[in-house]
């Protein structure tokens, strides 16, 4: 059974650029969290997708975008990038309606 | 004032202590009640995952629910060095808001030789 795996481990970028970063859900798993934790901090709940669809999200503003494809891996975007996004993204997995989420590794993202 | 609190440590114990980690939260309709262990630059691993009151155990760990009080802890019997880590409780509502979890600070545990 392969775990959650996310792309790349680490960037970075420079304020007002753009991000894209990429999470593989665990086998036999449909939902897909993600969440950014800052340095010192627990992660903050951004959104979470669902058989494609948005189920839930954060207090995050509308430039933190996503996606779910139909193999349920799943990508986040970030636009305008403030120094403040510099941190470690987290994705999480579980089965549909599953309360048990595993999470990846994280990409830490660095805005200069 | 935060849904979660969490002491955030450092807290520094002897090897074979018993240790106790602990959350606080506001929010009756948190049913759920998890514990992840985080070590430096990685991602959160799940160890305890607990509905509403009572205790579960999992080899040296056991995970205490008490929602009368709204607290929760997590005790690490015989601590190890590779126990050191960043302790998150994380808890989640029943229904509604999709899976989202609700996490603490997290609490730095340094187990020492």
């Known amino acids: 059974e392969t775990g959650v795996t996310q792309s790349p481990t680490h960037l970075i970028k420079t304020r007002g650029q753009q991000v894209t970063l990429r999470c593989s859900s665990q086998?036999?798993?449909?939902?897909v969290s993600w969440y950014q934790q800052a340095l010192g901090q627990g992660p903050q709940f951004i959104f979470q997708y669902y058989r494609e669809e948005e189920n839930g999200r954060g207090n995050f503003p509308p430039r933190f975008s996503g996606l779910q494809f139909p193999n349920y891996s799943s990508e986040l975007n970030v636009n305008a990038l403030e120094l403040d996004d510099s941190a470690l993204y987290l994705c999480?997995?579980?089965?549909?309606?599953?309360?048990?989420?595993?999470f990846g590794p994280g990409t830490r993202l660095t805005v200069l | 004032q935060k849904e979660v609190e969490q002491d955030p440590g450092p807290l520094s114990v002897p090897e074979g202590a018993i240790v106790s980690l602990n959350c606080t939260y506001s929010n009756s309709a948190f049913q759920y009640f998890m514990w992840y262990r985080q070590y430096s630059r990685k991602g959160p691993e799940l160890l305890m995952y607990t509905y509403s009151s009572g205790n579960k155990e999992d080899g040296r760990f056991t995970a205490q629910v008490d929602k009368s009080s709204k607290y929760i802890s997590l005790f690490i019997r015989d601590s190890q060095p590779s126990d050191s880590a960043t302790y998150l409780c994380a808890m989640k509502k029943g229904t509604g808001g999709g899976n989202k979890l609700t996490f603490g600070t997290g609490t730095q545990l340094k187990v020492e030789l």
């Open positions: 086998s036999g798993h449909n939902t």
């Open positions: 999480a997995s579980s089965s549909g309606g599953g309360d048990e989420q595993f």
